[in-house]
Nanobody
Framework: HVQLVESGGGSVTAGGSLRLSCSPS????????MGWFRQAPGKEREGVAA?????????YYADSVKGRFAISADNAKKTVYLQMNSLEAEDTAMYYC??????????????????WGQGTQVTVS
């Protein structure tokens, strides 16, 4: 069983930055593709970014975050990050880390990810 532990959420003012971290247990074949999703109240969960951990190849950013967010994978630390800059009020949501043993679908599909973190809240005011 793979567990994903997220950290780094919080409250910031518009224009600020946060970095989310996700450290899955069992890092390896079950975390071939790692993604970040977010869900705002009353909205569906949406994919934000996705990366292949094997070669740290980023495969997806949502249009709304392009140029502001960056996903990265540190295989030595077995951690995936989401650097969020120039945050906007519209970025306020619960952010989830997810792992998939298979391919990274673009745009990311919730049903293609096998494991999920508990979520970390990001609030931008």
């Amino acid at each position: 069983h793979v567990q994903l532990v997220e950290s780094g959420g919080g409250s910031v003012t518009a224009g600020g930055s946060l970095r989310l971290s996700c450290s899955p247990s069992g890092y390896g074949h079950v975390t071939k593709c790692m993604g970040w999703f977010r869900q705002a109240p009353g909205k569906e969960r949406e994919g934000v970014a996705a990366i292949y951990t094997g070669d740290s190849r980023t495969v997806y950013y949502a249009d709304s975050v392009k140029g502001r967010f960056a996903i990265s994978a540190d295989n030595a630390k077995k951690t995936v990050y989401l650097q969020m800059n120039s945050l906007e009020a519209e970025d306020t949501a619960m952010y989830y880390c997810a792992a998939a043993a298979g391919a990274c679908y673009t745009p990311p599909r919730v049903d293609r990810y096998n494991y999920w973190g508990q979520g970390t809240q990001v609030t931008v005011s």
